[in-house]
């Protein structure tokens, strides 16, 4: 073998090392939204500024302020368990229950926070920040590379708000036992509420309609609609996609409008004209009634 | 040369056929009994008290599930199956059924193989929620009101899965997800019995939902059967 010919394939192993590290860079966690692209690497550098105090170096949700150390027995300084990345189950989801977000929904989640509890809305970092992070919160679990998210379930055009849409969504309400856990007026005060724990044994609260306008998942009568098809799984919400049908899911998302007391809704202006609608508004119990009182926990 | 390979091959040959028949023959058995020693939980009456249309399908109020015992100290609900030495089996057609009736899991702890039909069935006259705590399996939970069709489901890893219902919280079962089928679960009686074993080395475990788990090594040859028996520890609380 001639040097020439030596110092020919010395380069070509050259390059092939080099290029080598750069295909497995190319291969690193990234999420899509619509036009956005995050990347794991630049969402490492947020998580480990902004998210490990609570969700932990290991994405497993037991950081510091969950887990105190120092104290014992460990008192957390929240009071809802930050969310564990690692078992990859969340809430707030358009996907069927059991199966992972689109990166859309971690994305929305993170812009959003969780009402009445500890995690802020991050609207202060920009959406390409937002989107590095969901990439990098993916990277926790095995899941999201084994695994491809479900297929969002449909959400149809809202049907027309009427009268007959919210008393039949008054209906369904007594008839799929809502009122077992969320309480017959929606305020999280139902025969079920005190013993419901979630999936880390952890009490958990059903949603009071009564108090504000925000939901767990978002604001819409989409998100609405969204929360009861696919369910916040980890939690005891169950999914009721095989047992409403859409027609029928609008005219409940009408009622559970109406129990928003301290929103005023359409719905709730349209049910209180009526004067079923007032006498049961009226015979309510007064505003300022503490959240889900009677649940001992 | 050429006769020696055609004769190895034969002889090889014979062997598998002869594994082959004994196999479809029967095989071995692994039967025993499961018991208990020391002093177990009481059962605990249940309320329900808050659905009525559950409490007056019992005439007599219903006890906690998470120990049941027989005479003679003996354990029901107790999972047996080999954990080791069978090949993994592949799914049998018949779907396993999960009934919930008079709000109760019947039966409370259902045993099936990785990607069988599971069928979950509400006979009841209310709203239940079927909420398995899978870790290693998607979690999942989905509302099933009365007369609505059966939730249809399978797992494709193997695992014990809590059951439970968050409208009603005394309900509680386990799916016993398992990679083959020489599984059996415990009667009254503390019986079980896993037939049709290939001669071969294999480890028998045993899984109880308070009293944890417990192994046994055995070997079968022939179309013998053997007794393994397993002791759990109870606990008074």
């Keep these: 073998m001639s040097a020439h010919k030596i110092a020919k394939s010395l380069l070509l192993a050259t390059m092939v090392l080099l290029i080598i590290p750069t295909l497995s860079v190319a291969q690193q966690p990234e999420s899509h939204m619509g036009k956005l692209t995050g990347h794991a690497d630049s969402g490492k550098q947020l998580y480990y500024r902004f998210c490990w105090g609570c969700h932990g170096f290991r994405g497993d949700g037991s950081g510091e302020n969950w887990l105190p150390t120092g104290s014992y027995p460990t008192m957390p300084y929240l009071n809802i368990q930050p969310r564990n990345f690692d078992a990859a189950v969340f809430k707030c989801r358009s996907t069927p229950t059991g199966t992972l977000p689109t990166d859309e929904d971690l994305y929305n989640s993170v812009g959003r926070g969780f009402v009445m509890t500890n995690m802020p809305s991050w609207l202060s970092l920009t959406s390409q920040q937002r989107a590095d992070l969901v990439a990098f919160i993916k990277s926790f679990s095995r899941r999201f590379k084994s695994e491809k998210p479900g297929d969002p379930i449909h959400v149809p055009a809202e049907t027309k708000l009427t009268v007959e849409s919210i008393k039949h969504g008054q209906e369904l309400f007594q008839k799929l036992e809502c009122w077992k856990c969320h309480g017959p007026e929606g305020r999280g005060d139902g025969p079920s509420a005190s013993t419901l724990t979630d999936s880390n044994d952890q009490p958990i609260r059903p949603y009071n309609f009564a108090v504000g306008s925000r939901f767990k998942c978002g604001v819409t009568n989409q998100d609405l609609y969204k929360i009861f098809m696919t369910g916040l799984d980890g939690t005891p919400m169950p999914s009721f996609a095989d047992v409403i049908k859409p027609e029928d899911a609008w005219d409940l998302v009408h009622f559970l409008r109406t129990l928003q007391i301290t929103n005023k809704t359409p719905e709730l202006a349209l049910w209180e004209s009526t004067k079923e609608g007032a006498e049961q508004i009226a015979s309510r119990k007064p505003y300022g009634t503490p959240t889900g009182s009677g649940v001992k926990q | ?237």
């Excluded at chain 2, 797992?155 to 079962?173: L, Q, R, S």
């Excluded at chain 2, 503390?190 to 001669?199: D, R």
Aim: aromatic letters at 8%; a positive charge; proline letters at 8%.
């Design chain 2, 1 to 237: 040369m050429r006769a020696r390979l055609i004769s190895t091959v034969a002889a090889v040959a014979l062997i598998f056929a002869a594994a082959l028949l004994h196999a479809r023959a029967g095989g071995g058995t692994v039967s025993g009994k499961t018991t208990y020693e020391g002093t177990p939980a009481k059962p605990k009456p249940i309320d329900m008290s808050k659905e009525p249309s559950c409490q007056k399908q019992h005439v007599t109020p219903v006890t906690t599930e998470t120990v049941v015992t027989g005479p003679n100290n003996s354990l029901a609900n107790v999972v047996v199956y080999i954990s080791a030495g069978a090949p993994d089996d592949a799914a049998p057609g018949q779907a396993a059924t999960f009934d919930q009736k008079g709000c109760q899991y019947i039966p409370h702890v259902l045993a099936f193989q990785v990607n069988q039909q599971l069928k979950v069935v509400n006979d009841d006259q209310t709203s239940h929620n079927i909420h398995p705590l899978a870790k290693i399996n998607r979690e999942w939970n989905k509302s099933q009101p009365p007369g609505t069709p059966p939730i249809i489901d399978k797992y494709d890893k193997p695992e014990f899965i809590p059951v439970k219902c968050n409208v009603h919280p005394w309900m509680h079962g386990t799916f016993a997800v398992l990679k083959n089928s020489h599984y059996s679960v415990s009667a009254q009686d503390g019986g079980f019995s896993l037939p049709n074993l290939p001669a071969g080395k294999y480890t028998v475990t045993a899984w109880h939902e308070s009293y944890g788990e417990q192994t046994q090594e055995v070997t079968i040859s022939g179309s013998e059967t053997k007794t393994v028996n397993f002791v759990f520890k109870a606990k008074p609380y």
